[in-house]
T-cell receptor
Framework: KQEVTQIPAALSVPEGENLVLNCSFT??????LQWFRQDPGKGLTSLLL?????REQTSGRLNASLDKSSGRSTLYIAASQPGDSATYLC????????????FGDGTTLTVKP | KAGVTQTPRYLIKTRGQQVTLSCSPI?????VSWYQQTPGQGLQFLFE???????NKGNFPGRFSGRQFSNSRSEMNVSTLELGDSALYLC?????????????FGQGTRLTVV
């Protein structure tokens, strides 16, 4: 059974800092790993999708890496801004279990002005 | 193109009632998955529909059911509502099922049971 863990559960940083969010998973038989952002009471917004054959993906100030063999992914946010404050979730789509996606519990990020 | 649309956005129901939530996926997407999100339990998978068939089901009681129509729109029904059913219900749309695919989420329906 796939398990996804995100550490830390919460993170507070001053504006302008670079930061890293972590995601680990137990079963490396995956199609892809997806990072999402969720604002309070809202739906999930897709940030980056990394295929199992890829090592990293970049979008603007965001860079996500994937090490499938060790079951780890990181989301790097450069030059953080108050508008980056949100909960960040990672989800792993498994090759087994009919392609079901498993989500971590998220990291709640607060960027202070 | 239009994103995933969930209706209604907010709902207040009384214990014992039933409720139906709707999800219209992105045009061309044939898979719809439903999730329940609560502060204590995080995001929990309810079920997935593809081409009007349920492909996958999470560990929820039989009071939770769903269906998908020929136009890929999906509905989720909860009968005999309990206080613990209060949650944000999210649906995700993707091109296919059981294959490498990206998921796109709607804004959710906030259900409050009183």
């Amino acid at each position: 059974k796939q398990e996804v863990t995100q550490i830390p559960a919460a993170l507070s940083v001053p504006e302008g800092e670079n930061l890293v969010l972590n995601c680990s998973f137990t079963d490396s038989a995956i199609y892809n790993l997806q990072w999402f952002r969720q604002d309070p009471g809202k739906g999930l917004t897709s940030l980056l999708l990394i295929q199992s054959s890829q090592r990293e993906q970049t979008s603007g100030r965001l860079n996500a890496s994937l090490d499938k063999s060790s079951g780890r992914s990181t989301l790097y946010i450069a030059a953080s801004q108050p508008g980056d404050s949100a909960t960040y979730l990672c989800a792993v789509q498994s090759r087994t279990n009919a392609g079901k996606s498993t989500f971590g519990d998220g990291t709640t990020l607060t960027v202070k002005p | 193109k239009a994103g995933v649309t969930q209706t209604p956005r907010y709902l207040i129901k009384t214990r014992g009632q039933q409720v139906t939530l709707s999800c219209s996926p992105i045009s061309g997407h044939r898979s719809v998955s439903w999730y329940q999100q609560t502060p204590g339990q995080g995001l929990q998978f309810l079920f997935e529909y593809f081409s009007e068939t349920q492909r996958n089901k999470g560990n929820f009681p039989g009071r939770f059911s769903g269906r998908q129509f020929s136009n890929s729109r999906s509905e989720m029904n909860v009968s005999t509502l309990e206080l613990g059913d209060s949650a944000l219900y999210l649906c995700a749309s993707s091109l296919g099922a059981g294959m490498n695919t990206e998921a796109f989420f709607g804004q959710g329906t906030r259900l409050t049971v009183v």
